[in-house]
C-alpha cells in the first residue's frame, strides 16, 4: 500500500480524509484526542508544500453531536498554530473555488461530510465512484490520503470513492494504527487476552467468536453491556432494571448467540463477579455471589466492582498480548469510571504488548493521564471490524489503488521508492 513518503507533494493538491469525529457535549467539542492523532500527517504534508483539502463526517444525522466542522477548523487551527479555513460547503462551486485557491503549505476544512446525502449510504467503491462528490471533486486532486482509520470499516464516497481515480495513501495513523493491530492479531505469545466491552454488543460479539474460532485468544474478559449480557447468558439474574435496559438497546435477543459462545469456549469467557449501581446517590457493590441481587431489580448497573477488578489485573498482569475495546462502566459518571479507569491502567502496567480502542471511551485514557498502553487506538466500530476477522472497506480500497497506480507512478516519480503491501 502506499505510504506517505513514496511521493512528493509540492504544490500538489491533497483530499486528507480524517476523522475527527469526537464527543461532543451541550454542541461543544470535549476531546481532541482524534485532532491530535491526526496531526503528524497533516504536518508532513503542509512542510512538503501540499494543499491539503482535510474532509470529515461529524456525527450521524438528527443524533446530538451532528453539527459544522467549524469548530473543527478552529481547533486544528490552534493545533497547527496557522489557519484552517473553514469551507461551509462541500463539493459546489464555493468549496471548489476555495479549493483551488489554496496555495502550497495551506489548508482549509469542508463542511460535515455527512450533510451530503451520498455519503450516509455504504456502497461499493464503484457506486461510490459516481456520486456528485466524487466526480466534482476529483478534478481537483493529485492524491488521496487517507488517515481515518476510525472509519475504515465504511464504505462511503469519501472514504474509497476515489481509489481507483487517484493514488490513495495511507495516512501515518492510518499505518500505526494497521501495524499495532495487525501484531496484536497476529501474535503467537501467549496468553493473549482481550478485554470486550461497552455497548457494542453485537460487534464484540463477533470479536469474541472469531478470536476463540481461529484460536488468536485464550481468555476474554468482560464488561460494559457485553459482560451483562454474557452474565445473563451464564444464567445469573441481572434483575428488571436492567433486563429493561437491555431490552430496549435490543441486546437481550443476543443472549442465545452468547450462550452458543459459552457452549463452546466457556472458560474462555470470563464474566464480572460483583457490578456497582446507584443506591442513594452513592457507588454501591453487588456481589453476584451474595443475597443482594434483589437490588437489581430497581438499580441499573453502571459499573462493574472491585472484586472483578481484582481478578481481571491479576490476569492482564501475566498477559502477553492484550487487546481491549470498550468501556467498563458508564465512565462519563466520575463514581463509575474507576471500572473502566483500573483495567486501563492495569493494561498500561503490564508488560503485554497492548492495544485499547473504543472510540470516545479513550478520552477518559487521556484524562486520566495512562501510559504504559502500547497502543491507543482511535478506532471503536473500526477495531472491532478487524479483529472479527472482516475486511475493511478502506483496507481494501487501498490495495486497489495500490495495484492501478504503482507502475505508472514507478516511471513519473524514479525517486520515490515505492513498500511493498
Ligand atoms: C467512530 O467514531 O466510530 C467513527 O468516527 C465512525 O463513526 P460512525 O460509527 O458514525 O460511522
Same mark, same amino acid.
Given at each position: ?38 496531526? %503528524? ?8 508544500? +501540499?494543499?491539503?483539502?482535510?474532509? /470529515?463526517? =461529524? ?22 498554530? =496557522? ?23 495551506? /489548508? ?28 466534482? *471533486? ?17 464504505? =462511503?464516497?469519501?472514504? #474509497? ?11 501515518? *495513523? ?7 493491530? /495487525? ?12 478485554? !470486550? ?6 460487534? $464484540? ?49 443476543? #443472549? ?11 472458560? =474462555? #469467557? ?37 472484586? /472483578?477488578?481484582?481478578?481481571?489485573? +491479576?490476569? !492482564? ?5 492484550? #487487546?481491549?475495546?470498550? %468501556? ?8 463509575? $469510571? ?35 498502553? $502500547?497502543?491507543? $487506538? ?35 516519480? %524514479? ?7
Amino acid at each position: 500500500m502506499f505510504k506517505l513518503n513514496n511521493f512528493s507533494y509540492h504544490g500538489k493538491t491533497v483530499f486528507l480524509r480524517a476523522d475527527l469525529n469526537s464527543p461532543v457535549k451541550e454542541g461543544r467539542i470535549i476531546s481532541d484526542a482524534r485532532f491530535r492523532a491526526v496531526l %503528524p500527517t497533516i504536518v508532513y504534508l503542509l512542510e512538503h508544500g +501540499a494543499k491539503v483539502v482535510i474532509g /470529515t463526517h =461529524q456525527g450521524k444525522p438528527y443524533g446530538g453531536d451532528y453539527m459544522t466542522t467549524e469548530e473543527h477548523a478552529r481547533i486544528l487551527s490552534g493545533l497547527l498554530s =496557522q489557519e484552517v479555513e473553514y469551507v461551509e460547503d462541500i463539493f459546489g462551486r464555493y468549496a471548489r473555488e476555495r479549493i483551488k485557491g489554496l496555495k502550497p503549505g495551506e /489548508t482549509l476544512i469542508l463542511e460535515n461530510l455527512r450533510f451530503a446525502a451520498e455519503e450516509v449510504m455504504y456502497k461499493p467503491i464503484e457506486d461510490c465512484e459516481k456520486t456528485f462528490f466524487v466526480r466534482k *471533486l476529483a478534478p481537483l486532486i493529485d492524491y488521496v490520503v487517507n488517515d481515518a482509520f476510525a472509519a475504515a470499516h465504511r464504505s =462511503q464516497p469519501s472514504l #474509497v470513492g476515489f481509489a481507483r481515480l487517484k493514488p490513495m495513501v495511507m495516512g501515518f *495513523l492510518m499505518e500505526r494504527e494497521v501495524e499495532a493491530l /495487525t501484531r496484536a492479531y497476529g501474535a503467537e505469545e501467549r496468553p493473549r487476552v482481550y478485554v !470486550l466491552g461497552g455497548a457494542k454488543v453485537d460487534d $464484540s460479539l463477533r470479536v469474541a467468536e472469531n478470536v476463540l474460532r481461529e484460536e488468536k485468544a485464550d481468555l476474554i474478559l468482560t464488561g460494559g453491556l457485553v459482560g451483562q449480557l454474557f452474565t445473563l447468558a451464564k444464567g445469573f439474574d441481572l434483575g428488571g432494571a436492567n433486563i429493561d435496559l437491555l431490552e430496549r438497546r435490543g441486546i437481550i435477543n443476543l #443472549v442465545d448467540w452468547a450462550e452458543h459462545i459459552l457452549d463452546r469456549f466457556y472458560p =474462555q #469467557v470470563r464474566t464480572p463477579v460483583d457490578f456497582a449501581v446507584d443506591y442513594k446517590g452513592g457507588r454501591f457493590e453487588v456481589d453476584l455471589l451474595e443475597d443482594r441481587k434483589e437490588v437489581f431489580d430497581e438499580r441499573p448497573i453502571l459499573d462493574i466492582g472491585s472484586r /472483578t477488578v481484582e481478578k481481571y489485573r +491479576a490476569i !492482564l498482569r501475566d498477559a502477553s498480548i492484550i #487487546v481491549a475495546n470498550g %468501556p467498563m462502566g458508564v465512565f462519563e459518571m466520575e463514581e463509575f $469510571s474507576a471500572g473502566t479507569f483500573e483495567i486501563f491502567k492495569a493494561i498500561g502496567e503490564s508488560p503485554a504488548f497492548s492495544v485499547v480502542g473504543g472510540g470516545h471511551s479513550i478520552a477518559s485514557i487521556y484524562r486520566h493521564n495512562i501510559t504504559g498502553i $502500547s497502543h491507543v $487506538s482511535t478506532g471503536g466500530g473500526a477495531m472491532l471490524s478487524f479483529f472479527a476477522g472482516e475486511r475493511l472497506p478502506v483496507l481494501e480500497a487501498f490495495r486497489i489503488s495500490y495495484e492501478r497506480f504503482k507502475d505508472k507512478l514507478k516511471r513519473e516519480e %524514479p525517486r520515490a521508492p515505492l513498500n511493498n503491501p
